[in-house]
C-alpha cells in the first residue's frame, strides 16, 4: 500500500534557525526518503519530531491515514504508539546486553517461541549468524549498525528512520556497507527516512531528497535531479555545487545558449529559464584542468585563468582558478604533482556544456 509523509511543523531553540519544516511526499513500500543538508539545518530535528522524541510547537505530521502530531488539535502520539524503528547516530546499543538480547529489546510484546524466532530472522537477514552472545564492544563498527539496524526492523515498524547510520564508520567500512545498506532497505520494503550530509550516501541510499538548510526545506525531488538541477543558489550551495556565480544570457549560437559571466563567455546545453539574470552553477567534479588547450576534448568550453589556491584534501585537492570568475576544479593529489599547481600558475579549465546548469536569478 502506498504512504504519504506529510510534515508541516515549527520547532524552535534558543540561538539556533526556528525549524520550519514542510515535506509532503508519497511513499512506496521500499521507498527512502533522504534528509539532506550541512550540520546544524534541522534535518536531525525534523527526524526526531517523526519519531516523537522532539515535539515542534505548531504544525502536523500525518503517515497514511494516521495523525502523528497536530498542535491545533492537541494530538501528539507518544514515540511507542507511533510503530517507527528508529536508529540514532551512535546506535545506542545497550552495552551488557547481547547481540540477540539487544534486537530482542522492542520485542516483549511476543510470547517467548515468538520472540527468540523474530530475533533468528534478523540475525539471519543482517548477517549476525555467531554472534548472538556477543556484547556491543567485542563488535566491529559495522556489525554494531547491524545489530542497531535489526533492533530497529524487529518489531515490523511502519517507517523506518535512520540519523546518519554510516557516519560512526571509518571510510573503508563505510564504502562497503553504503551498498549493503542500500539493498537491505530494498529487501525489507520498508519506507525509510534518512538523515545524512554526505552527497555519496544521498545518490547511493535515496529515491526521493529533501535539501534542508537553515531549518527551512528547500527542494525535494529525486536525488540525481536535486543535485543535478538545483532551483536556486541556496540550494547548490547546500548540495554542494562549489561555483555558483551570476551570469546573464546573451543569446543562443548554434541552438546552445550564450552566458557571460563577469565578462567571460560560457556555451551551455540547456537552462531551466528564459530569464535573461541566471546564477550558473559547476560541480568541481566537471571541471578538468589543460596546461594549454588540449584540442581533443570534447568540452565546449576552454577558460583560461589563474591558480589562485590549492587546498589538500587527502587524496584529492581543491583548486581554486581566476577565469574572470572564481573556479573551483576537484583533482587528484598527483595531479597537482605533475602539473606543478601553485598559485600564479596559469592554467585552461575545460568544461563540458552540459555540466554547466542555469538557474533563475531575480529580485538581486
Known amino acids: 500500500m502506498a504512504a504519504e509523509i506529510d510534515i508541516n511543523i515549527v520547532k524552535t531553540f534558543p540561538g539556533r534557525a526556528t525549524i520550519r519544516a514542510q515535506i509532503r511526499y508519497p511513499l512506496e ?60 547516530q551512535d546506535y545506542a546499543l545497550f552495552p551488557t546486553y547481547t547481540v540477540a538480547g539487544n534486537i530482542a529489546y522492542g520485542l516483549g510484546h511476543l510470547n517467548s517461541p515468538d520472540r527468540k524466532k523474530r530475533v533468528d ?8 549468524r555467531g554472534l548472538e552472545a556477543a556484547k556491543p564492544r567485542e563488535l566491529s563498527g559495522g556489525q554494531q549498525q547491524r545489530v542497531a539496524l535489526a533492533r530497529a526492523v524487529a518489531p515490523r515498524p511502519l517507517l523506518l528512520l535512520l540519523d546518519e547510520p ?101 556555451t551551455v546545453v540547456k537552462a531551466e529559464s528564459t530569464a535573461a539574470d541566471v546564477f550558473v552553477c559547476i560541480r568541481a567534479e566537471d571541471v578538468v584542468l589543460e596546461r594549454g588547450r588540449a584540442d581533443a576534448s570534447s568540452a565546449r568550453n576552454h577558460l583560461a585563468g589563474t591558480v589562485t589556491t590549492v587546498t589538500a584534501l587527502g587524496a584529492l585537492a581543491r583548486v581554486t582558478i581566476n577565469c574572470g570568475f572564481p573556479l573551483v576544479a576537484m583533482v587528484t593529489r598527483s595531479a597537482v604533482e605533475e602539473f606543478e599547481l601553485v598559485s600564479g600558475l596559469p592554467v585552461a579549465a575545460a568544461i563540458k556544456a552540459g555540466a554547466v546548469h542555469l538557474v533563475s536569478r531575480q529580485g538581486d
Open 29 to 88: 513500500a521500499s521507498t527512502v526518503l533522504i534528509l539532506f543538508g550541512p550540520s546544524g539545518s534541522g534535518k536531525t530535528t525534523i527526524l526526531r519530531a517523526v519519531a516523537g522524541l522532539e515535539w515542534p510547537e505548531e504544525g502536523t505530521i500525518r503517515f497514511v491515514s494516521r495523525t502523528w502530531l497536530d498542535t491545533a488539535s492537541a494530538v501528539r502520539v507518544v514515540p511507542q504508539d507511533r510503530h517507527i524503528g528508529y536508529m540514532p
Open 121 to 128: 530472522e534478523m540475525v539471519e537477514l543482517f548477517q549476525l
Open 166 to 266: 554510516l557516519s560512526a564508520l571509518d571510510a573503508p567500512t563505510r564504502l562497503h556497507l553504503r551498498g549493503e545498506l542500500r539493498s537491505l532497505l530494498k529487501q525489507l520494503a520498508l519506507p525509510s527516512m534518512i538523515v545524512t550530509h554526505d552527497w555519496t550516501e544521498a545518490l547511493t541510499l535515496g529515491d526521493v531528497m529533501a535539501v534542508v538548510g537553515a531549518g527551512n526545506v528547500l527542494q525535494v525531488g529525486t536525488p540525481l535531479d536535486v543535485f543535478s538541477h538545483p532551483q536556486n543558489a541556496e540550494v547548490a550551495h547546500v548540495v554542494g555545487v562549489e561555483t555558483v556565480v551570476k551570469g546573464r544570457i546573451e543569446g543562443m549560437v548554434d541552438g546552445m545558449f550564450r552566458v557571460s559571466v563577469n565578462g567571460t563567455m560560457l
